[in-house]
Every structure is written in C-alpha cells, then in structure tokens.
C-alpha cells in the first residue's frame, strides 16, 4: 500500500501547497516526536538540521513546535549536509534526526527527511505507522505543561561534521599540492566543503557558496554538471566536485572536463577496495544502473544486485546482504564502512584519498564503457497515468522491441511530478525508437 505523506525520499512539495505548509510540520513533529520517545531516557532529544532555502525560516519553528510540543528537547544545528545530521544524530545519542531540505529540487519546494537514534532513515513499516500518528487526533498526543521540551541552537554542528568525517582517514591524510574545482549548489555544504577541503591543504575553487534562499540548484550543482566542467579548464584543475543542495549526493569532474557519474564512482570504490581487501560481499545498485556497470563487475568477480531507486533502498539490500558498498547513477553513494546514508563529501575524500598520489582522474576513474542510455523525465499532473491501458501497452511493446539488446524502464519519480522513461542499447536507433513509442502515449 502507497505511503500518504512519505515518498521514495522522505516528504516533499512545493511551499505552502499539500504537506509542506506550517501547520503539517507541526504535526509531523508531534507524531514522530511521539513515535520516537524512549521512555528509558531521562531527556528526550531531536536533532534538526536544514538546507538553505528561505522555506526552511517557516518550516523549522513549526517542526520544532510540533516537537517540545510533544515533550522533546530541540537542538537546531543550522544549514548542515544531509549525513552530517545522520551522524550527529548518532553522535548525540538523540531520539531521532529531521533534515528539511527538498533535496536536489528547485527553490520553491521542501520538505524532510527522518532518521532513528542509529542514523539510519526510516523503513516503509516505520514510515506507516508516524503516518498513522500524524492523522491522530493532535490533543491526544500534546505533552503535560510541565513536560513541555526546550530548543537551543547548536553553533558548531559544521566543525563537529567536519571532525567525524577527519576521524576516517589516517592523521598524516593530506590534499597539497591538488587544486579541485567545489560547486556546492547554493546549499547545505556551502561551508562545511570548501573548509574541510582547505583544512586538508588543497586549493580550492568554490563556486555555489552564495546562498540567497532562491538560488539552491539553480543552475549549478549535481543536476547541473556544465559549471563544473567549464571551471575545470579556467583553473586548470585536477578535479571537479558537484553536490546537490543537501550534499547527500555528488557528480565529479576529471582534469579534461569530463564528467564522471555515480556508476562510474561506484565502479572505481569497488575495484580499489576490493584490491585493498575492504570490500563485502559485493556492490548494490538500483534499477537505473547502467548496464556496462553489471558488465563489469561480472568481469571483475564483484557481485552485483539492484534495488529500487532511493539510497534507503540501496542502504537495506546492503544490510541484508552484508555489503558495505553501494549507490544510485545521480551520485547517492553509501559507503557502508563510514556512513549510514549517501554522504557527498565523505565520498569526495574517499576518492580523493585514492587520487592524492598524483594520479589522473581521467585514468583513475575511466573503469567500464557504459551502455548507451537514453532518459526521458515528462512533467505530468498526476503519476498514475502510467497505469493507463494503452501506456502500458505502448511500455511492452517497446520492452519486446528491444529485448535481446537492451532494456527499458519507465517509473514514477519519487521526488517529484514526473514519469522517468530510461533505455539501454548498443543499437542507438532502437533505443531512440523504443523509448519515443512510450514518450508519445504519455505526452
């Protein structure tokens, strides 16, 4: 049965429409304050963190509202990535952790993403049963006067994150001497980034460090890769780094300006740790994997299994296999050994780690020919029209069509209003062809 307010990644929308007003934030931070209480504890303690859209000035008092509402202490942490706030959480020994953020989409949208005391974000039974909670009648759920939580600002939450993703690498780790282009997307890493990698002796690059409110995404970050190939080449760098505006995901750069995805990310991790005897059991992907990345890990001996698209999918087959490595092709790599959640920057220091020896991105992270993939994102009024007979009628036909040579796959986005049709081929024109037989029905 379909989430009510939960999608593949928390919840999110656009500002003052649906659940992403003031009033719904009250609730859902009465209701997962309410779920989340340990009757064991002496203090009751949430943790929130944002991105740096102007929303969050009024989704954040009614979060926190909703919360001591309910009975819970409140540390608000300020602008913060998304994993910076997975490991405070844990760090803290908290309740629970909310990120508001919206992600890698536009301005005008927010929303939040839970996670429990073990940094971990919430399964679908959990997700359920707050949904439950905040449809429960609010009187009942209100907390005793005396009873009532108290909120402070945390200052330092930047540097603690910072110190926790330092603690990975050995004292001596140090980037001289490399020159790396950072587009932090307007967002949550606009100062954590450029500090951490400065701390770390390299020269830096920033571009995105100006947030405005209105700016996050917008032309730049992640989703926006063109910023950073062209700044690669101005400044004659060894590498690119791209987050989106929660810093949970990155898109990289080689010193030629070519642009180097999550699968190709991915594909360099498992190899090297699987060299330096790290790896577990083997490497998840999701459904929009490329398929040149199955190919080779099949050459390589690595296992390989997909999830459904959405890193808490990735993180939970990771968990019931035993493996310690996985990610999405959007750049959400989950680095099981450090983090339980996608973390652009401790990514980032992984594979500069491997590259501070004077290696070239180029040939450092050129590991697999990639199948050619053709993807399609239509804006639509309502995602169920995937279900109409003749869309998936026109979905087999070109499923058949290119059966043997490729594969197609049309989904629903999770995070926003839109049908995502994404094929695979070596035969371009079948490609070209297949996925246009389903573009037409839905269009």
Request: hydrophobic content about 35%; overall charge positive.
């Amino acid at each position: 049965m379909k989430n009510k307010y939960f999608g593949t990644d928390g919840i999110r929308g656009t500002v003052n429409q649906g659940n992403i007003t003031g009033e719904k934030f009250f609730k859902f931070g009465l209701a997962s304050g309410n779920y989340f209480k340990n009757l064991k504890k002496n203090k009751q303690v949430a943790i929130i963190a944002k991105d740096t859209r102007l929303s969050g000035y009024t989704l954040e008092p009614a979060l926190v509202s909703g919360l001591v509402s309910g009975g819970m202490h409140v540390f608000t942490l300020g602008p913060l990535p998304t994993n910076g706030l997975a490991m405070l959480t844990k760090f803290m020994k908290a309740n629970m952790g909310i990120m508001i953020t919206a992600s890698h989409n536009p301005y005008y949208d927010n929303g939040l993403k839970l996670f429990g005391p073990d940094g971990l974000k919430l399964s679908d039974k959990i997700e359920k049963k707050i949904e439950k909670l905040i449809d429960y009648k609010i009187k009942k759920s209100l907390t005793e006067p005396k009873s009532l939580g108290r909120v402070k600002r945390l200052e330092d939450a930047n540097y603690k994150y910072i110190q926790i993703l330092k603690k990975n690498f050995p004292k001596n780790f140090n980037l001289r001497g490399i020159k790396i282009v950072l587009d932090c997307a307007n967002g949550a890493c606009y100062k954590a980034a450029p500090k951490l990698l400065k701390d770390l002796g390299a020269k830096v690059f920033s571009i995105g460090i100006q947030p405005d409110g209105f700016n996050i995404n917008d032309k730049c970050g992640s989703t926006y890769p063109s910023k950073i190939k062209s700044a690669v080449k101005k400044h004659k760098a060894h590498v690119g780094i791209s987050f989106d505006g929660d810093a949970d995901r990155l898109i990289m750069c080689d010193e030629d300006g070519k642009i180097i995805d999550g699968d190709q990310i991915i594909a360099m991790l498992a190899r090297r740790w699987k060299y330096k005897k790290i790896l577990k059991g083997g490497v998840v992907g999701t459904l929009m994997s490329n398929y040149g990345l199955e190919k080779y890990f099949k050459k390589k001996g690595i296992k390989f299994i997909r999830a459904n698209v959405g890193d808490r999918y990735v993180k939970e087959l990771m968990q019931k296999n035993k493996f310690n490595l996985g990610g999405e092709q959007s750049g959400h790599i989950i680095l099981g050994k450090f983090a339980t959640t996608g973390d652009g920057l401790l990514v980032a220091l992984e594979s500069l780690f491997a590259l501070r020896k004077g290696k070239r991105a180029s040939e450092f992270f050129e590991k697999f020919k990639k199948t050619p993939q053709l993807l399609k994102n239509i804006e639509v009024k309502d995602k169920s029209i995937i279900n109409k007979p003749e869309i998936k009628k026109s979905i087999k036909l070109a499923s058949k069509l290119i059966k043997g040579s490729g594969r197609i796959l049309v989904r629903k986005s999770g995070t926003e209003s839109k049908i995502r049709i994404m094929g695979e081929s070596e035969n371009k024109r079948l490609l070209i062809k297949c996925v246009n037989i389903i573009l037409k029905k839905i269009r």
